[in-house]
């Protein structure tokens, strides 16, 4: 970060900015017109989908990505349309595509809004000694994943705010968003199982 031109800094932050204020016009729009409530609707959702026929599946990318970005939206809705309309594996693949999309809008965020003004203003310190180092960080962004008590959306917005590369996060979040339908199978073994990998995750990243 240091070594970028102080223009492409405030570049990067008035983009962020505008992102940021964009997402909540956005959601301003959805509370007052009353779409918020409606995409809690499945079957209002099921119609959306299927009347923009080949054009469906970017609704339902579009809106994975937003409901990660915001926290208010809610996921499941969406992805159970996703399921219902275009069938198990499509359904599955575009719920992933959107999701990750919105990991990464969450993580750019909190990036360079955060990260960079806190490295500006700690310095060295900000990088968390030995929990600071991308294998510990990389797994704990994907066992935090796995854990059905953590949210996704804190996840990805507290992941930008470490030094953990864009591409650890990305890779973290997708495998673990293709692993999801096994772990709900099986949500109270994984649970414990996912304390297990953090523990030995964190250690094995020390050497």
């Avoid at 940021?20 to 409530?37: F, N, P, Q, T």
């Avoid at 806190?118 to 962004?141: D, I, K, P, Y």
Wanted: a positive charge; aromatic letters at 10%; glycine letters at 10%.
């Amino acid at each position: 970060m240091e070594g970028h031109h102080p223009t492409t800094r405030k570049l990067r932050l008035a983009g962020a900015l505008l992102v940021l204020i964009v997402l909540v016009l956005v959601y301003r729009h959805l509370d007052a017109s009353g779409l918020l409530e409606r995409l809690m609707d499945g079957q209002w959702l099921r119609e959306q989908t299927l009347a923009l026929g080949v054009w469906g599946p970017l609704l339902v990318v579009g809106l994975m990505a937003l409901a990660i970005v915001l926290n208010p939206i809610p996921s499941a809705p969406i992805a159970l349309v996703s399921g219902a309309v275009f069938g198990h594996a499509w359904g599955t693949l575009y719920v992933v595509l959107g999701a990750e999309i919105g990991a990464l809008i969450a993580f750019a965020i909190a990036r360079v809004l955060g990260h960079d003004l806190l490295r500006r203003l700690f310095g060295e310190r900000v990088a968390l000694g030995w929990l600071g180092s991308q294998n510990a960080l990389t797994w704990m962004v994907f066992v935090s994943r796995l854990l059905p008590f953590v949210s996704f959306d804190l996840v990805s917005y507290g992941a930008g705010l470490t030094p953990l590369k864009a591409w650890r996060f990305a890779l973290a979040t997708l495998l673990v968003r293709l692993a999801m339908p096994v772990v709900a199978r099986r949500l109270s073994e994984w649970t414990v199982v996912c304390a297990a990998l953090l523990i030995a995750g964190t250690a094995y990243s020390l050497f």
